[in-house]
């Protein structure tokens, strides 16, 4: 059948893996024992579709079982491919219950967001503007906790003054950009555009491309280091060797292959009581 070769095509060709979910609607046809439900597609294609114990049913918004279907009924079956099998997931009857809202993605503790520019204005006792290279503008908030370093010394908010280039870290709240770090001076000219960042501490060091650190929260994030990755101690280049257990660090990273590969690891002074 048509719609059986295509989906083979696209296995084959790599656009839809094992794990991926397809929906499809059609009318049941027929039910054969406790594990399989023929449909017919309104394109005339026929379907069969696989049944596991996992299979979930809403029959017009509510819980159901596969006792509650029947032929000539209008379903929706939400299925994933596995060993040339359509396994079924979901199948839904009637009107689909609404989803609830997805609340937007928000950054966790310890991580954010990285962005370089040039400040615009200086709004308030806590807002600062900053426009990228590109033109793109950023209203940020100073959070609560947030720190400034003018040339490589803690700073007040009250220092920050227009055409300054900076490099602000910032975690999205409510619906705002919160400043975890603005730096300004010779590290801020270090720092790539973006990225997502993580600041803690080194807990341990493994091999010679791999360092675990332990954010604020306790949290403990791996990343990898790649040729390309710079490092910087006491604003100067470093080493990878120079990173150690107890070393306070922002390293900002990408992810590649399903690893937080690193861009650039900085050595952090602790403040002084």
């Known amino acids: 059948m048509r719609f059986l070769s295509t989906l083979a095509a696209l296995l084959i060709a ?13 009318k049941v046809v027929k039910l054969e024992g406790t594990d399989r439900v023929l449909i017919r597609t309104s394109d005339n294609k026929d379907v069969t579709l696989y049944i596991t114990p ?3 049913y809403t029959i017009e ?17 939400a299925y994933t491919p596995r060993n040339e099998r359509f396994m079924v997931t979901t199948v839904t009857v ?13 950054a966790a503790p310890g991580q954010g967001t990285m962005v370089r520019g040039k400040i615009v204005r200086v709004q308030g006792q806590d807002q600062v503007v900053v426009r990228t290279s590109t033109g793109k503008e950023f209203t940020l908030y100073m959070a609560p ?38 730096t300004v001076g010779q590290a801020a000219d270090t720092e790539p555009v973006e990225g997502t960042t993580v600041t803690g501490t080194v807990l341990r060091v493994v091999g010679d491309d791999q360092v675990v650190v332990r954010t604020a929260d306790n949290k403990e994030v791996i990343v990898y280091v790649a040729p390309q990755t710079k490092y910087i101690v ?14 306070d660090v922002r390293i900002l990273y990408d992810v590649r292959d399903r690893r937080n590969t690193a861009r650039s690891i ?7 009581d």
């Open 61 to 77: 918004g509510k819980a159901g079982r596969y006792t509650d279907l029947r032929v000539g009924t209008e379903i929706n079956a």
């Open 14 to 26: 790599g656009h839809l893996s094992a794990q991926d979910s397809v929906t499809v609607r059609g």
């Open 145 to 182: 906790k947030g720190r400034i370093v003018i040339n490589g010394k803690v700073a007040q908010f009250t220092e920050l003054r227009p055409n300054t280039e900076v490099a602000v870290i910032y975690t999205e709240r409510d619906n705002r950009m919160w400043i975890e770090t603005v």
């Open 54 to 56: 996992q299979t979930r």
């Open 94 to 106: 009637g009107a689909e219950p609404t989803p609830p809202q997805a609340l937007p993605p928000q």
């Open 234 to 247: 006491n604003e100067q280049p470093a080493r990878f060797t120079d990173f150690r257990t107890g070393s």
């Open 266 to 272: 900085i050595g952090i002074r602790r403040n002084k």
